[in-house]
């Protein structure tokens, strides 16, 4: 069974970067699409961005377009979001979740999630 492990959050100024990864195991990741979501308190859980199995599809949601990049290593079993001009509004709770499919956006198609990092923006 697939598990995934997220690491790379903590407490950032705004404007600044963080990198977050999503580590595999049990299973390798090339046959699953993957996505990163978030949830601040007291809202709901929100999609930021997917990418298909090889990596050759990628979808943004509005609010993180052009600041976040969401890639991956198959090889190391690893996908990353990397996030640039952090802004207040980031601050969450960021999960990544693996799909079946093999290109999958939505909160409903994914079947495995990761526990999830705190990711703080304050200054």
């Known amino acids: 069974q697939l598990q995934l492990v997220e690491s790379g959050g903590g407490l950032v100024q705004p404007g600044g970067s963080l990198r977050l990864s999503c580590a595999a195991s049990?299973?390798?990741?090339?046959?699953?699409?993957i996505a990163w979501f978030r949830q601040a308190p007291g809202k709901e859980r929100e999609g930021v961005p997917c990418?298909?199995?090889?990596?050759?599809?990628?979808n943004y949601a509005d609010s993180v377009k052009a600041r976040f990049t969401i890639s991956r290593d198959n090889a190391k079993n690893t996908v990353y979001l990397q996030m640039n001009n952090l802004k207040p509004e980031d601050t969450a709770v960021y999960y990544c979740?693996?799909?079946?499919?093999?290109?999958?956006?939505?909160?409903?198609?994914?079947?495995?999630w990761g526990k999830g990092t705190l990711v703080t923006v304050s200054s």
């Open positions: 979740a693996a799909s079946i499919r093999h290109y999958a956006c939505l909160g409903y198609l994914m079947r495995y």
């Open positions: 049990g299973s390798t990741l090339d046959d699953y699409g």
């Open positions: 990418i298909s199995s090889s990596g050759g599809m990628t």
